[in-house]
């Protein structure tokens, strides 16, 4: 073994070959937030945020699959209340998910705050201080599958 490669710590290690469940439902907490991020600092500086997306389209007349791109649609986790302050309600699927007993959003002054909360809550959900909440958003989607 060369000097170099010694000064490394070499270990034998397996990659899994999916991640557990609760990281699985934690990224997609994160990417949904992420995309409400981008989407909250695009209104703040006036512009749109749409992202591109990849979509398979089959031919009616011939049957050909072709990829197309396209634009998702995405859609505010945000509203102005009728105090005129701006509640964030984090939302798993399309449900909104209970962050403490009772309470389902977030409220902030204006859309400079909006864009610090977001920021935040990714840092909780990524962190991993949000997992009851997803668990118990994700058991209630889950729910109405069962039949």
Avoid at 96 to 102: D, N, P, S, T
């Amino acid at each position: 073994m060369s000097a170099t490669l010694a000064k490394l710590n070499l270990v034998n290690a397996k990659k899994p070959l999916q991640a557990p469940p609760i990281v699985q439902r934690r990224n997609k907490v994160s990417n949904a937030l992420h995309h409400q991020l981008l989407l909250a600092k695009a209104l703040a500086e006036g512009s749109n945020y749409a992202p591109k997306v990849f979509k398979t389209v089959t031919n009616k007349i011939s049957g050909e699959r072709t990829t197309v791109e396209a634009t998702k649609r995405i859609k505010p986790f945000w509203f102005v209340a009728e105090n005129g302050k701006v509640c964030l309600q984090v939302r798993y699927g399309n449900r909104v998910m209970e962050l403490a007993k009772g309470k389902n959003s977030i409220e902030v002054a204006n859309g400079d705050e909006l864009v610090k909360t977001l920021s935040l809550v990714i840092d909780c959900v990524n962190k991993g201080e949000m997992d009851t909440q997803i668990e118990q958003a994700s058991s209630a989607v889950r729910a109405r599958f069962i039949k």
